[in-house]
């Protein structure tokens, strides 16, 4: 069996109101080094107050947060980390290269070597235009010189709040790969995202947020096998209660046990047909998602 892994953050009963708003109730979870950990839920759910929580950007209400080995209030945390925002302005005027290298050096980072971590971040996101204003670039353009900031401290963990979000299908594809890069090279992830499939695609371990509060954690497997159910089609050539005619004289039952396949054959043969398939179907991310939501998208 390998070796644990150390954790590299640790959240435990965040909590973070905003006067009256309760936006975090309660939060707790683990990222081991080398995780990608994704944070999915409806809007208003709590995400990017929980990531701006874990990036030192806002106050705990109470609770206690730890990333690489630093408490979250302590200043020296945020140089150990990368953090892109939903939103991300950026100075417009600038271009990527002098935007990048005006970070790196707040980082302290030596001009070589930022221009080594610029370029590369940058050849590998697929940004070529590197000496126009960023103004005149588009969401897409502006998002990826967004991301290579995330990456000019060289941190071990990033925290990316949506990075794919509003983004059209060829960027969204680069900047799912390009996080799928950033993880196989051992980097610590915690990212939000709306859209499900990205983090199906990505992440070791998901949490649904809502309402503040994680309705289910675990890998996808442990979350479809404590959410999940299996559903079980059951085809009959002639009707029986609860069945929907699929095509004519085939019909469809579903039921969730196999007792209830077996009541299903039952009325069958005694209608005079009989039970001609039978499908499994077993809940994905989204049925999970809608189930623990409330449907809420
Ligand atoms: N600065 C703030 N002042 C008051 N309420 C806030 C503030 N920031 C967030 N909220 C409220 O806190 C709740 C959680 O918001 P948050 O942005 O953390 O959710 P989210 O899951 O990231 O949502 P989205 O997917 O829409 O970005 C919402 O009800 C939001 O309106």
Redesign the pocket.
Known sequence: MPAARANVLSVSGLT?T??D?E??RGVDFDVADGEVFG?V????????????TLAGLLEPTSGDVVVNGYDVSDPEMRRTLGFLP?ESPLYEDMTPRSYLRFFADLYDVDRETADERIASALDRLDLDVRDRPVGDFSKGMKRKVAIARSLVNDPEVLIY??PASGLDPTTTNVVIEFTRDLAAQGKTIVF?A?DLHHVESVCDRVAI?AD?RIAAKGTLAEIRADHGRVEYRVFTDVAVPDATEVEDGRYRTTVESMAGVDDVRERARAAGGDVVDIRTRESTLEDVFLAVTGGRE
Not at 41 to 52: C, F, R
């Open positions: 973070k905003y006067g708003v936006a975090v944070l839920g409806p809007n208003g759910a709590g995400k990017t107050s929980t990531l701006k939903e709040d949506e939000s709306h947020v503040g």
